[in-house]
């Protein structure tokens, strides 16, 4: 793949040329925002990059930015996301160029990666069904590895993200609160998927085939611990904290 300076070249000539040739308005304003945004390296807002255009000195407004920005994508020069039904964030958009990427969903973080036989393999996949593939886009949600090394190996269920899948530790809250968890199908040692975590609000997790509905203030009662951290507990005879080794 050529390198970043000269497709940045070709696309701020392909830029010029297809503006000009389609009379674009603000033609000087439009190349402004394209340079900044060619100069970051980074997945961003429209407020993101409308801070970095006015600290290049440019008085334009947000909403000239975003209307830039849906023109590029209109054109080529630019993709827009909603990791996770986040906020829309923009990045380059090379052509003949195909990545995908890995965000996490404690500090937002986005990886780019590229496997040239994960793209194969989706194009034999397409064609065993007879399937004629347009366009298509991975997207992997998980923890990355600077947040699990923050990360206690046991929290309480509430601290926990949609998707993940721990097993339960241990109980507190007394013996009504444990009651009331028995009583709802769910033990120590018990292994759990959090279907969702609305933060302030109800937390739903699986538990085998069933579905249970928590309230922060029963989740914050209920110690996990990711199933590796888990199995290795259980494997070196360690006992975790507040359950069984």
């Keep these: 793949m050529p390198s970043q300076n000269i497709i940045h070249k070709q696309d701020k000539e392909q830029f010029i040329k297809l503006f000009k040739q389609d009379c674009i308005d603000r033609f ?6 394209l340079e900044v945004f060619l100069g970051s390296e980074h997945h961003v807002t429209v ?54 990427h890995l965000i996490c969903t404690k500090c937002k973080k986005i990886i780019e990666f590229e496997d040239p036989a994960m793209e194969q393999r989706q ?15 991975m997207e992997l949600y998980g923890i990355c590895s600077e ?8 929290m309480t269920l509430d601290a926990a993200r949609s998707g993940e899948k721990l097993r ?29 975590n609305i933060h302030g609000g109800q937390v739903v997790i699986a538990v085998g085939n069933n579905r249970l509905v928590l309230g922060q203030g029963l989740a914050q009662k209920i ?21 069984r080794s």
Excluded: W
Aim: charged share 25%; with cysteine.
């Design 28 to 33: 000087d304003d439009r190349l402004a925002v």
């Design 47 to 100: 407020p993101e990059l409308g801070t970095l255009v006015r600290d290049k000195g440019h008085d334009l407004d947000d909403a000239f930015i975003r209307e830039t920005l849906e023109l590029m994508c209109r054109y080529g020069f630019a993709l827009a996301n909603r990791f996770d039904n986040g906020k829309v964030r923009y990045e380059h958009r090379h052509l003949g160029h195909h990545h995908d």
């Design 147 to 154: 947040c699990l090394a923050r990360r206690d190996p046991v």
């Design 223 to 243: 110690r996990v611990a990711p199933i590796a951290d888990a199995c290795e507990a259980a494997v070196s005879g360690k006992k975790m904290p507040g359950g």
């Design 123 to 137: 194009m034999q996949i397409a064609n065993q069904y007879g399937f004629h593939m347009l366009q298509h886009k």
């Design 168 to 196: 339960a530790v241990g109980f507190g809250g007394g013996a009504r609160a444990r009651l009331r968890l028995l009583t709802m199908g769910l033990r120590v040692n018990d292994t759990l998927e959090v279907i969702t």
